[in-house]
């Protein structure tokens, strides 16, 4: 630091902030830091320093903890921050002071008069060393600003009142009536037999964790595609067809990590090497590129750095992409076939609202799903999610369990079908998309509201059919009534004469 003369001592306030920003500049994801091209986030951090006993618990009840500091640390690094301030101003003070002073000698140098040199060489060294101190601390306040933003990202969306605190969801209700019947088949026995699925030859090109469908099997895969978005745009969704490689930093700013809070590798990455030179060492390269585990996440950049217009809302979108997870987990039941695999395809739907209008989109979704489950006759359970089970971006979350005869000892058979969120404006303000409001007097922006939902997640339906279609006295699958036409006329699957 350059000592400052001339009766401005350097605050202690200033050290401690100097070496606060020193501690704290490498906050969570620092592999992530936001590249040129991103979009600036505008998040509320007011409201966060304004209550950040609601924000510690939230971390709490949804098991963020190791982000349940990060409330009381952007508290220290903004009083931090505010002291800089007062010592900024100081030094302005004293440099308007010296540049009068200087100005005064100018004039009596002009006017021939005598003037006092060490005096004058002394407010010199002054003005450059006020100089080099004051670009010191705004070059911390910057980093310190940096670093609230950074930890302010980090902290998960606040919790509706709907959702159950703690680990168990809450049942809201049930679709189509539970199976009397008991089939010990399952879907990989059922697939392999009649020969839908490969699973060995996908794992001798890609490896574990991914199929070929066949036959039968891959024009179901295209039939439920259609018919669920047949009834998507039925409900008032406008079709869009979305890319599954995204930037990394729009993922991020969506809620999507590449790992889990337990560490567990979420997404895959794909990096972009500037062109090089023969004999040029390049240090870094392109912004990094994910493959897209949903197409929540390039459904909601589409609006990134842009203003939407009032009329435009609800904006009520739905589109068919392939989506990939790195996550695996453990082989067994959780994991079994198509169950959780690495690539898939989803029918996603996602919305913009406006404030106070995300409860009618999100219900319009929930409406999609359970008429698609319903109609492919498939028994499920409603579930609202409970806080630990809610994603960074969701303040609510509700699931569509389907059941599945083969899951029998696992949740009592059912497992995850869809999943409906509300985001609020978390991804908005990340993804800096705003609102442009119109009223009679006055016109304003502020940021809309999201809402996404699973309109039918590929393989686990294709799994669930499979089992509770399934016919063992004559060994065939039945095809529901409302994927006929999409089947060509394909009633059921049978085993194939070899």
């Not at 939230?58 to 690094?77: E, G, H, S, V």
């Not at 609230?148 to 998960?156: H, K, T, V």
């Not at 990394?248 to 700013?253: D, L, P």
């Not at 908005?428 to 939902?453: C, D, I, Q």
């Amino acid at each position: 630091m350059v000592a400052i003369h001339a009766g401005v001592p350097r605050s202690k306030s200033f050290a401690a902030f100097a070496s606060i920003v020193r501690r704290k500049t490498s906050t969570a994801n620092p592999s992530l830091r936001r590249p040129s091209i991103a979009p600036k986030p505008c998040i509320d951090i007011k409201h966060i320093r304004e209550n950040p006993e609601l924000y510690t618990q939230t971390c709490i009840d949804r098991n963020y903890l190791a982000q349940k500091d990060y409330p009381q640390r952007i508290i220290q690094l903004f009083n931090t921050w505010k002291q800089s301030q007062v010592d900024a101003r100081n030094l302005r003070q004293r440099n308007n002071y010296i540049q009068v002073k200087l100005k005064s000698f100018s004039n009596e140098a002009a006017s021939h008069s005598d003037v006092p040199l060490e005096e004058r060489d002394q407010l010199l060294l002054d003005a450059k060393n006020v100089k080099g101190t004051l670009n010191q601390i705004v070059s911390r306040e910057t980093e310190i600003n940096d670093d609230i933003e950074n930890l302010a990202s980090e902290l998960p969306n606040l919790t509706s009142k709907e959702t159950p605190t703690g680990y168990e969801p809450r049942v809201l209700g049930h679709i189509s009536e539970r199976p009397d019947t008991y089939t010990p088949a399952n879907h990989v026995d059922i697939g392999n037999d009649l020969g839908l699925i490969d699973f060995a030859g996908a794992s001798t090109t890609s490896g574990w964790g991914w199929y070929f469908l066949k036959n039968e099997g891959a024009l179901l895969e295209q039939a439920l595609i259609q018919y669920a978005l047949s009834i998507a745009t039925k409900h008032g969704f406008s079709v869009r067809s979305p890319p599954s490689i995204v930037y990394s930093h729009i993922a991020s700013a969506c809620g999507f990590h590449p790992r889990d809070q337990g560490g567990e590798q979420q997404s895959y990455t794909v990096s972009q090497l500037e062109h090089q030179r023969p004999n040029e060492v390049i240090h870094e390269g392109k912004p990094e590129l994910s493959l897209a585990g949903t197409a929540e996440i390039p459904f909601a950049g589409m609006n990134a750095n842009s203003v939407m217009k009032d009329a435009e809302l609800p904006l009520k979108i739905v589109g068919a992409s392939r989506c990939y997870r790195a996550e695996a987990g453990a082989r067994g039941i959780e994991t079994k076939g198509l169950y959780r695999v690495h690539e898939f395809t989803k029918v996603e739907m996602f919305a913009w609202t406006r404030k106070g209008g995300e409860s009618e989109a999100f219900d319009s979704m929930l409406a999609v799903q359970k008429e698609i489950l319903q109609s492919l006759g498939l028994h499920c359970r409603i579930l609202e999610m409970p806080s630990t089970d809610l994603g960074a971006s969701a303040v609510r979350k509700i699931d569509i369990e389907a059941y599945f005869p083969s899951r029998r000892i696992k949740d009592d058979g059912y497992g995850e079908v869809t999943s409906a969120s509300i985001c609020t404006d978390y991804q908005t303000r990340r993804l800096n998309t705003r609102l442009k409001l119109a009223f009679p007097s006055e016109t304003k922006t502020e940021f809309p509201y999201t809402v996404n939902g699973t309109a039918l997640a590929v393989p686990r339906v294709l799994a669930a059919l499979l089992e509770n279609g399934w016919n063992k006295e004559d060994n065939t699958v039945r095809i529901p009534e409302v994927l006929h036409y999409w089947m060509h006329g394909i009633r059921s699957i049978k085993k194939k004469d070899r």
